[in-house]
């Protein structure tokens, strides 16, 4: 099956510092969605993102899907942003669109106030 | 308030117990699903239900019994589970188009004994 290898697996920052996380996969994808999940277990959706570029206030996403690989950026970034960040892929190909999303092992993130 | 909606929180049973986990989307999606997660580990999928119909059942032993009654809940069934059943159970709802973005609940944080 596909491998989806995000970096760094820890990242501590001070608030107001930019971060860049990267997500790299093995097989061509259609399906690429980042999720955000909080210290107390909740997964929120911040992107999907199979190709191209989306901004969504100090967040951003970029993959560039020819090269297999995905880019989260925050930027100013706050002590709400920390937490564990999972990028999940949906192989090319595949009829079944969420059904077969593999997720990465994620990259936790520490603000310090 | 995500739209996804999971009960309980928090769940301790014993390994001769039964138990449900609840789930219910308010968001007017036609695909449910039921996630694991377990410490150091990629999220793993479940079971999928489309339309009230299970499609995508991985592997996952009989003490798990999945029930969809409609397209706006789902139940997952424990009977005689066992200690490394210990994880969180993430419940998520998504439109099932081809590649939607995957809306997840807060998950139950369950201790097997």
């Known amino acids: 099956g596909i491998q989806v290898e995000q970096s760094p697996p820890d990242l501590i920052l001070q608030e107001g510092a930019n971060s860049t996380l990267r997500c790299n996969f093995s097989?061509?994808?259609?399906?690429l969605q980042w999720f955000h999940q909080n210290p107390w277990g909740q997964l929120i959706n911040l992107f999907y993102?199979?190709?191209g570029t989306k901004q969504n206030g100090r967040l951003s996403a970029t993959t560039v899907a020819t090269e297999r690989y995905s880019l989260l950026y925050i930027s100013s970034s706050q002590t709400t942003d920390s937490g564990v960040y999972f990028c999940a892929v949906g192989v090319m190909g595949s009829n079944f669109g969420n059904e077969k999303l593999t997720f990465g092992t994620g990259t936790r993130l520490t603000i310090i106030p | 308030e995500t739209g996804v909606t999971q009960t309980p929180r928090h769940l301790v049973m014993g390994m001769t117990n039964k138990k449900s986990l609840k789930c219910e989307q308010h968001l007017g999606h036609n695909a449910m699903y039921w996630y694991k997660q377990s410490a150091k580990k990629p999220l793993e999928l479940m079971f999928v239900?489309?339309?009230?119909?299970?499609?995508e059942n991985n592997s996952v032993p009989s003490r798990f019994s999945p029930e969809c009654p409609n397209s706006s809940h789902l139940f997952l069934h424990l009977h005689t589970l066992q200690p490394e059943d210990s994880a969180l159970y993430l419940c998520?709802?998504?439109?099932?188009?081809?590649?939607?973005?995957?809306?997840f609940g807060s998950g139950t944080q369950l201790s097997v004994l």
């Open positions: 998520a709802s998504s439109q099932r188009d081809i590649n939607e973005k995957l809306f």
């Open positions: 097989d061509s994808v259609n399906n």
């Open positions: 239900y489309s339309l009230e119909e299970r499609v």
């Open positions: 993102i199979p190709s």
